[in-house]
């Protein structure tokens, strides 16, 4: 709808603008009818009772052709004014006022004769003729009721005086635009809600439409899947960086590893640096052998971590205690044996709480979980 009316294309009721402006016209009539004809006696009288001396004088014309059409002009100013507002605000309530500098570009679809054709002898084109036609009868039938029943009046303005009949004619002029707009305003009661309806329908999308829109606004998913796979890599080789300033590797023994950290002077409890399933577990297990970090293996308290803290969180204070046995296994064995083996050790059973406990998978069961 936003793209519609940015386009131009709004709901508009022809019908509705048509009837408004006659309805305010009649009431013009009715409240400035007066004054427009005094001035047009005005008028009348600048250009058809010149005296004598007038006549013989070159500048006359120019001079009283200006006062005729100043005394016009203000006779007429403030019913133009009247109209000209109406024109205004009669569009605006059905869709609103809109501008667009794209729907006065020119289109070469536009200058199409087929398409031309499609719209006159389309269902739109049937109806607007169904329109023009029930609106022609309804405004032929309401003026001739009008002029048949002021028909003595009409021919009796003959023999009035020309101020009377031009009063006169004006009264009768005004009815005849009040029964016009009898006519006018049924068909403006049902153009309305079918004009409201069309413009709905037309905004209403293909299927097409809608798998480019939410291309458009989702993004390709071939492309989001590759954004996807780059965002896993970066995250990686961040984790895979991480690994070497990792105190310690908790092992499954092959199909978990977590690496943690811990420095008692700026954390409060162990952080995971990096951790995987699978393959990624054995890249971690790689670097570490490379950087020789300590390999421990404890696979119930493996699989916990791994399932119940994210990278770079703390390890759950239930934990804290099997974490402390294994950090404190390791720093004793790093003093004992300074040298380093890449086998991972093997650590004494450790107490992990039942509601963190990640009991291992059946044989064979399939493992999609890759950090």
């Given at each position: 709808m936003r793209q519609a009316r940015e386009k131009g294309q709004i709901p508009r009721s022809r019908e509705l603008n048509t009837l408004l402006m006659m309805i305010f016209s009649a009431a013009g009539l009715l409240f400035l009818g007066r004054q427009m004809i005094e001035g047009m006696y005005r008028v009348f009288d600048i250009g058809f009772k010149p005296s004598r001396e007038s006549v013989f004088d070159t500048e006359y014309a120019l001079v009283h052709l200006g006062q005729a059409v100043f005394e016009a002009f203000s006779a007429i100013a403030p019913f133009l004014l009247l109209t000209a507002i109406v024109a205004l605000v009669a569009p605006a309530l059905v869709g609103g006022w809109g501008f667009s500098a794209e729907s006065l570009s020119f289109k070469f679809e536009r200058l199409d004769p087929i398409k031309g054709i499609k719209r006159v002898f389309g269902w739109q084109g049937l109806m607007e003729l169904v329109k023009a036609f029930a609106k022609f009868v309804l405004v032929l039938i309401a003026v001739s009721v009008t002029l048949w029943f002021f028909v003595g009046d009409v021919l009796g303005l003959a023999n009035e005086s020309v101020e009377q009949g031009i009063a006169h004619a004006g009264e009768i002029i005004l009815w005849v635009f009040l029964f016009a707009c009898s006519g006018l305003a049924l068909i403006a009661i049902a153009d309305v809600p079918f004009q409201l309806w069309n413009h709905a329908k037309q905004l209403r999308m293909t299927h097409q439409e809608i798998k480019d829109e939410f291309k458009d606004t989702e993004g390709k998913p071939e492309v989001k899947r590759k954004v996807r796979e780059a965002q896993m890599q970066m995250a990686r080789r961040r984790m895979m960086a991480d690994?070497?300033?990792?105190?310690?590797?908790?092992?499954?023994?092959?199909?978990?590893?977590?690496?943690?950290?811990?420095?008692?002077?700026?954390?409060?409890?162990?952080?995971?640096?990096?951790?995987?399933?699978?393959?990624?577990?054995?890249?971690?297990?790689?670097?570490?052998?490379?950087?020789?970090?300590?390999?421990?293996?404890?696979?119930?308290?493996?699989?916990?971590?791994?399932?119940?803290?994210?990278?770079?969180?703390?390890?759950?204070?239930?934990?804290?205690?099997?974490?402390?046995?294994?950090?404190?296994?390791?720093?004793q064995t790093k003093q004992k044996r300074p040298f380093y083996s890449p086998r991972p050790m093997s650590m004494p059973n450790v107490p992990i709480p039942e509601d963190l406990r990640r009991d291992a998978p059946p044989d064979g069961a399939a493992r999609s979980e890759q950090h």
């Open positions: 690994v070497p300033k990792a105190d310690v590797i908790i092992t499954n023994p092959t199909h978990f590893a977590v690496a943690l950290k811990y420095d008692p002077k700026t954390m409060a409890a162990p952080v995971v640096l990096a951790k995987g399933a699978d393959l990624i577990a054995a890249e971690i297990r790689r670097v570490a052998v490379e950087n020789k970090v300590p390999l421990m293996s404890s696979p119930a308290l493996a699989r916990s971590i791994y399932h119940t803290t994210e990278i770079g969180a703390e390890v759950p204070a239930g934990l804290y205690r099997a974490v402390a046995m294994v950090l404190a296994y390791v720093f």
